[in-house]
């Protein structure tokens, strides 16, 4: 068994709020998504809110309309199978109905010490570590990956927040 976990994140703004009509067609896939996500082989930990509703109710950006996912797998393999070979994937091709095109990455990935749970903040900066530098050890994404490695390429202090580019 590794002593390393992959985490990810990936984010998206909403072209409007959850309760919003336009975003009926993804509300109404997230618990059936989710409770596949927790049911696949290599699924350790997702981020939830408060009640237990996903995390795409929790608020972490300034910007409401930046929808969150934050999750632990065992491998990039899991992962990879799950996000492209499942429900999910139908839910990714059709995301341009609920989601705005964005021109930086929206999707970090990034080995953990095993049992470690990775916060919002530290999502928010291994994406700030892609945008900025591209793919590394610290922030990767399926097409540029990297190997587990032990101990941690620490991404920076501060992360920049992902808002609207107009």
Do not use: C
């Amino acid at each position: 068994m590794s002593p390393l976990q992959l985490a990810q994140v990936n984010i998206g703004r909403a072209l409007a709020p959850l309760t919003d009509n336009v975003m009926q067609g993804f509300v109404t896939q997230l618990d059936a998504v989710n409770a596949l996500a927790e049911q696949a082989p290599g699924f350790v930990w997702r981020l939830k809110d408060d009640a237990g509703a996903s995390s795409s109710y929790i608020q972490a950006f300034d910007d409401p309309l930046v929808l969150v996912n934050l999750s632990v797998w065992e491998s990039i393999e899991a992962l990879e199978d799950f996000t492209y070979h499942t429900l999910h994937a139908a839910v990714l091709r059709d995301r341009a109905r609920w989601f705005e095109r964005s021109a930086r990455a929206s999707l970090a990935l990034w080995w953990i010490p095993r049992g470690h749970l990775p916060t919002v903040e530290e999502a928010k900066q291994r994406l700030a570590r892609l945008w900025e530098h591209g793919a590394s050890p610290a922030a990767f994404t399926f097409r540029e990956r990297f190997p587990p490695v032990s101990g941690d390429p620490s991404p920076p202090a501060a992360a920049a927040a992902p808002g609207r580019r107009d």
